[in-house]
């Protein structure tokens, strides 16, 4: 059967495929950012999933407010890129596993979660990002990946603990498919920020810490907040947590840190990576 070898989770801030287009990895504003990924570029080279499930969460591309799933899953055979607005550049299509993506689609509705189920989708930053932070240039990289897109726009949003469930049932899909694949389950988003209102530049540093240390040690904690909680605690876009604890969810073995990274600020907001192994 497949293997999900381990978590990933990245913030995916737009500007930041503007430094990598820009080659600015080595500014002094940039480089500590870059720097903390470097551990988890080693682990991947070591590891060479051939999989990758990226829950992030959609910017108006595929869904908006008229229309707006609360999750929805992937079944394409490519995964065309496109620039939403803030000038980042368009590569060629990310490679698709719709066979994966069928299985992962009726297993999900059997385990009673009601999804849409999109067989074109357009990708943007929240999903290109990190793909270019973890496979550095490679546009795109090899790896064949199915996109989960999460609802973090409109209200109201699933909560932390429906996430979470989300996750450990993407965790057993992936488990039952009958293939060998490596897969590892990429969570992106966050972390705490707010773009715009009276808390405009809002940082929670300490909440984010306890999120890092939570969803290695006790991610239950973090499934029990409200989604209100979380945007009090994190900030309105800081709720894309949930992206996050919906990766570590699948996470079904002995889970260990790879390696983890924090940083504050990038384009006024917090950045995070984190690096889960699953034994």
């Not at 913030?11 to 495929?17: F, K, L």
């Not at 551990?39 to 080279?45: E, F, H, N, Q």
Request: hydrophobic share 40%; charged share 20%.
């Amino acid at each position: 059967m497949a293997r999900i070898i381990g978590a990933l989770t990245s913030s995916h801030i737009p500007s930041i495929g503007n430094a990598i287009s820009n080659g600015k990895q080595d500014d002094p504003y940039w480089k500590p950012f870059f720097d903390g990924y470097e551990p988890v570029l080693r682990w991947l080279d070591e590891q060479k999933p051939d999989v990758a499930v990226v829950l992030y969460n959609d910017h108006g591309l595929n869904f908006f407010l008229n229309n707006l799933p609360t999750f929805a899953v992937g079944a394409a055979q490519e995964y065309v890129t496109k620039d939403e607005g803030w000038g980042l550049p368009v590569f060629p299509p990310y490679r698709g596993y719709p066979e994966m993506s069928w299985h992962l689609i009726e297993s999900l509705v059997e385990q009673e979660f009601d999804i849409a189920m999109c067989q074109e989708m357009a990708m943007d930053h929240a999903f290109i990002n990190p793909m270019r932070l973890f496979w550095p240039g490679q546009n795109p990289p090899k790896i064949k990946t199915i996109p989960v897109a999460i609802n973090t726009v409109q209200f109201p949003l699933p909560r932390p603990s429906r996430c979470y469930a989300l996750g450990q049932a993407i965790g057993r899909a992936v488990e039952s498919w009958p293939g060998d694949e490596k897969v590892v389950v990429i969570g992106t988003g966050g972390m705490s920020h707010q773009l715009d209102g009276e808390r405009a530049g809002f940082i929670n540093k300490k909440f984010d810490e306890m999120c890092m240390e939570t969803l290695l040690n006790d991610p239950q904690r973090l499934a029990k907040y409200s989604s209100l909680e979380l945007v009090r605690e994190a900030g309105a876009q800081g709720a894309e947590i949930i992206m996050w604890l919906a990766a570590r969810g699948a996470l079904h073995g002995r889970v260990s840190k790879i390696h983890s990274s924090y940083h504050i600020p990038i384009s006024n907001t917090a950045a995070g990576v984190l690096a889960l192994a699953n034994h």
